[in-house]
């Protein structure tokens, strides 16, 4: 270390905004250097959508929607999730494991600054896991679709991790640390499952088919599904007429209300175990 | 000896018969713990505490292992509150926006994973009103080779110097640093301490807690041995070592025993 001098002109910082910004460009960074966590965020969709929504690249719903079209919007519905859990929920749980999060709470740098941090990260990963699947799609599985479509494709995909966020965050601070990464595992093959991510509901058993109806995971597909299927097709996916538009949007948004609500209580209940 | 009693608002505690006089204006203040106790069930992990520290000042906080040195720093820092008493740092209270003007160095403070020191450090200052440039901090607590690496391929004495690194580049007007030299050697200490007192000479109020009894003596205006989250004894060091009979600096440690555990030789 080299001698300080005690006049070192310091610069006077600017805004709320420009901490978040540079938050998320730390936290992109980060995750851009955890290959394990870009593996299994943004390459494993794709992966799988290869997998599971290729092979039957020639098939049709019955109002013409290609199968390798419905069968992207659900992988990226799955990834949306796995982003979710992984990122807002083991992430977040194995920081505040370190002691990061208390860190935090001793010094300036606001708690939410920390989660809109991910979140802004995990926006990012949801973008490319809707291009890597786009790209996919329309290269190998011949998927064509307007470009409105897209959009409209690509702007659910990212709301939806903004949605799921609470998800993760209520799952990172209500669970031991240490028992983060299990809880999520659990939660998350279950959940796409049911949700219809892997298969079309209409193939699974009918039990599973009435349960799906309770999942905001599952919502949130059939906000997907319309994106880019028309009602008919999206009835022949999951086996039943899609509710209206409103009602899938406000079982995600009550989720992510009653997840921040959770998260919210954890946080401070923990917070104010600490103090005593 | 005897253990001290609370001897009013108007006076630092000591057993010693070296109390302070407080300064008349409660602003003159960057530490104020009044009458502070913390219990954990039965436990007094602080135990009706007076601690003042002046604007400037530099004070070591000493004590055996559990003494509640950390305790203390838990505290000003809004961490934890008190069961009874009142805490207040640089004039508020802790927590909120004074973080702004405090560095902290905690004991086994956790960091992120995946990022880089020089992204933490430009992170941590950001969220500061203002900030030292990044590099510079770097260069001074010799890190600027290891500015790409992530936190976690850091040795524990780069660690220390990070989280003093963090510390130091929001310019803060109180430095609370809990165990700041440990896991250092001696260079990086005494490096450390240059830092340090420039910071000082700077405006800055500095409490840190050590386990080195010769560098509390060397660098702190006044030392403060707390026992059981008692105040035992508060005075300047040299004051100090001399009650035990000795102030030759070899037998600093005489004099921590005698004061903790009231061993002489």
Same mark, same amino acid.
């Given at each position: 270390?080299?001698?300080?001098?005690?006049?070192?002109?310091?610069?006077?910082?600017?805004?709320?905004?420009?901490?978040?910004?540079?938050?998320?460009?730390?936290?992109?960074?980060?995750?851009?250097?955890?290959?394990?966590?870009?593996?299994?965020?943004?390459?494993? +969709?794709?992966?799988?959508?290869?997998?599971?929504?290729?092979?039957?690249?020639?098939?049709?719903?019955?109002?013409?929607?290609?199968?390798?079209?419905?069968?992207?919007?659900?992988?990226?519905?799955?990834?949306?999730?796995?982003?979710?859990?992984?990122?807002?929920?083991?992430?977040?749980?194995?920081?505040?494991?370190?002691?990061?999060?208390?860190?935090?709470?001793?010094?300036?740098?606001?708690?939410?600054?920390?989660?809109?941090?991910?979140?802004?990260?995990?926006?990012?990963?949801?973008?490319?896991?809707?291009?890597?699947?786009?790209?996919?799609?329309?290269?190998?599985?011949?998927?064509?679709?307007?470009?409105?479509?897209?959009?409209?494709?690509?702007?659910?995909?990212?709301?939806?991790?903004?949605?799921?966020?609470?998800?993760?965050?209520?799952?990172?601070?209500?669970?031991? +640390?240490?028992?983060?990464?299990?809880?999520?595992?659990?939660?998350?093959?279950?959940?796409?499952?049911?949700?219809?991510?892997?298969? +079309?509901?209409?193939?699974?058993?009918?039990?599973?088919?009435?349960?799906?109806?309770?999942?905001?995971?599952?919502?949130?597909?059939?906000?997907?599904?319309?994106?880019?299927?028309?009602?008919?097709?999206?009835?022949?996916?999951?086996?039943?007429?899609?509710?209206?538009?409103?009602?899938?949007?406000?079982?995600?948004?009550?989720?992510?209300?009653?997840?921040?609500?959770?998260?919210?209580?954890?946080?401070?209940?923990?917070?104010?175990?600490?103090?005593? | 000896?005897?253990?001290?009693?609370?001897?009013?608002?108007?006076?630092?505690?000591?057993?010693l *018969?070296m109390?302070?006089?407080?300064?008349?204006?409660?602003?003159? !203040?960057?530490?104020?713990?009044?009458?502070?106790?913390?219990? =954990? *069930?039965?436990?007094?992990?602080? #135990?009706?505490?007076?601690?003042?520290?002046?604007?400037?000042?530099v004070v070591a906080?000493l004590?055996?292992?559990?003494?509640?040195? %950390?305790?203390?720093?838990?505290?000003?820092? *809004? !961490?934890?509150?008190?069961?009874?008493?009142?805490?207040?740092?640089?004039?508020?209270?802790?927590?909120?926006?004074? &973080?702004?003007?405090?560095?902290?160095?905690?004991?086994?403070?956790?960091?992120?994973?995946?990022?880089?020191? &020089?992204?933490?450090?430009?992170?941590?200052?950001?969220? =500061?009103? %203002?900030?030292?440039?990044?590099? #510079?901090?770097?260069?001074?607590?010799?890190?600027?080779? &290891?500015?790409?690496?992530?936190?976690?391929?850091?040795?524990?004495?780069? &660690?220390?110097?990070?989280?003093?690194?963090?510390?130091?580049?929001?310019?803060?007007?109180?430095?609370?640093?809990?165990?700041?030299t440990?896991?250092?050697?001696v260079?990086?200490r005494r490096?450390?301490w240059?830092?340090?007192r420039?910071?000082?000479?700077?405006?800055?109020?500095?409490?840190f807690?050590t386990h080195h009894l010769e560098e509390a003596f060397a660098e702190a205006d006044r030392v403060v041995v707390?026992?059981?989250?008692?105040?035992?004894a508060?005075a300047p060091p040299a004051e100090l070592a001399a009650t035990v009979g000795d102030a030759d600096p070899e037998n600093l440690e005489d004099a921590f025993l005698a004061l903790t555990?009231?061993e002489t030789r």
């Open positions: 270390m080299t001698a300080m001098t005690a006049t070192t002109a310091a610069r006077r910082n600017g805004g709320r905004l420009g901490l978040v910004a540079l938050q998320v460009r730390v936290d992109v960074a980060a995750a851009l250097r955890n290959t394990s966590f870009l593996v299994g965020a943004v390459a494993i +969709p794709v992966l799988l959508y290869a997998m599971f929504g290729l092979p039957n690249g020639a098939d049709t719903f019955p109002d013409g929607t290609k199968v390798t079209a419905v069968m992207m919007a659900s992988f990226a519905a799955y990834g949306v999730v796995s982003l979710a859990v992984f990122t807002f929920g083991e992430w977040v749980a194995r920081e505040r494991g370190r002691g990061w999060t208390r860190t935090l709470s001793a010094g300036p740098l606001p708690t939410w600054v920390y989660l809109a941090g991910k979140t802004g990260m995990a926006v990012v990963c949801a973008a490319a896991v809707t291009a890597g699947l786009a790209v996919t799609g329309v290269l190998v599985g011949g998927v064509r679709l307007p470009a409105g479509t897209w959009a409209a494709f690509a702007a659910v995909t990212v709301a939806g991790v903004v949605a799921f966020s609470t998800f993760g965050f209520a799952i990172a601070y209500l669970v031991r +640390p240490k028992a983060a990464a299990t809880i999520a595992n659990l939660v998350f093959l279950p959940l796409s499952f049911c949700s219809g991510f892997f298969f +079309p509901l209409s193939q699974l058993p009918s039990v599973l088919q009435s349960a799906a109806a309770y999942l905001p995971t599952h919502h949130f597909g059939q906000l997907l599904w319309a994106t880019v299927a028309t009602p008919g097709d999206v009835e022949a996916l999951v086996g039943a007429p899609p509710s209206a538009t409103v009602v899938h949007l406000a079982w995600v948004a009550g989720w992510f209300v009653l997840c921040g609500a959770a998260a919210l209580w954890a946080a401070r209940r923990e917070a104010a175990t600490r103090r005593g | 000896m005897t253990r001290s009693t609370d001897p009013g608002p108007r006076h630092l505690p000591s057993v *018969g109390g302070h006089e407080l300064p008349t204006e409660p602003t003159e !203040l960057a530490v104020e713990l009044t009458g502070v106790t913390k219990r =954990y *069930g039965a436990v007094r992990a602080v #135990d009706s505490l007076d601690l003042h520290v002046r604007h400037g000042e906080l004590g055996p292992n559990g003494a509640g040195k %950390s305790t203390t720093f838990e505290l000003l820092l *809004g !961490l934890l509150r008190p069961t009874e008493g009142t805490v207040r740092v640089l004039g508020q209270t802790p927590g909120g926006g004074v &973080r702004g003007r405090i560095g902290a160095m905690m004991q086994g403070a956790g960091l992120p994973e995946d990022v880089t020191v &020089r992204e933490l450090v430009r992170l941590i200052g950001r969220a =500061y009103p %203002s900030a030292l440039d990044v590099d #510079d901090v770097l260069r001074r607590t010799a890190l600027t080779d &290891r500015a790409r690496r992530t936190v976690t391929d850091l040795s524990g004495g780069e &660690r220390q110097r990070l989280l003093l690194a963090a510390a130091l580049v929001g310019v803060p007007e109180l430095l609370l640093l809990d165990e700041p440990a896991a250092l050697d260079a990086s490096a450390f240059e830092q340090a420039a910071s000082v000479r700077g405006g800055a109020t500095l409490l807690t707390l026992l059981a989250g008692r105040v035992v508060d555990t009231g």
